[in-house]
């Protein structure tokens, strides 16, 4: 058996539909907060390093071992095994737990982890240890500017730039 199909139902559908606009929400304000960094930090961490041309630039002596864990961190951090990487770096961590390059490199290992607040602590640890001057401590504080911004805190993050600048010592002019 059918039902008839009152012909009001059309014109109600239609005013229904037609309501829906009259409840529309705002769109969600804007987040007022800096932008989260979309490009390479450990890539501009590294340049920072390079960049940094001082009269000063310190290398430990290392120990075969450390070495050969470095190398194949590195090898695994080309092929995108981060979490190897990391692994490896602990590892020769254990082996030398003062090494400030060691810090850095794991540091920089916790940038492409995405766990920016260890990356930060070790950055400071290396620093600490290290020279503080050269392309290492160029390097320390570029991480830390870096981890300051995706922390959205962009007055940490240049006062951090400011560090990586008094990272230099020129050499004496020769003429």
């Known amino acids: 058996m059918r039902y008839p199909v009152p012909r009001s139902l059309p014109l109600l559908a239609a005013g229904a539909l037609a309501g829906c606009g009259m409840f529309a929400t705002t769109p969600p304000p804007a987040d007022p907060r800096p932008p989260l960094p979309t490009y ?3 890539a501009a961490i ?3 390093g390079d ?3 001082s009269v ?3 290398h430990a002596l290392r120990d075969p071992g450390v070495t050969a864990l470095q190398d194949a961190a590195k090898y695994d951090e080309q092929g995108g095994m981060y ?3 990391a692994g490896k ?3 020769a961590l254990k082996l030398s737990p003062d090494s400030p390059d060691l810090l850095q490199e794991r540091a920089e290992m916790a940038v492409r982890l995405k766990d920016f ?3 930060e602590r070790l950055a400071h640890r290396s620093w600490s240890l290290g020279p503080r001057l050269g392309p290492l401590c160029a390097r320390n504080w570029q991480t830390i500017a870096e981890m300051r911004l995706q922390a959205r ?3 940490g993050a240049e006062t951090a730039r400011k560090w990586v600048g008094q990272c230099h010592k020129p050499g004496v002019p020769r003429y």
């Open 56 to 58: 000063i630039d310190v």
């Open 89 to 91: 770096l602990d590892q």
């Open 46 to 48: 590294r340049a920072a």
């Open 83 to 85: 979490a190897a990487a």
């Open 40 to 42: 390479d930090q450990v």
């Open 117 to 119: 607040s260890a990356a």
């Open 51 to 53: 960049r940094e041309k």
């Open 153 to 155: 805190d962009p007055a």
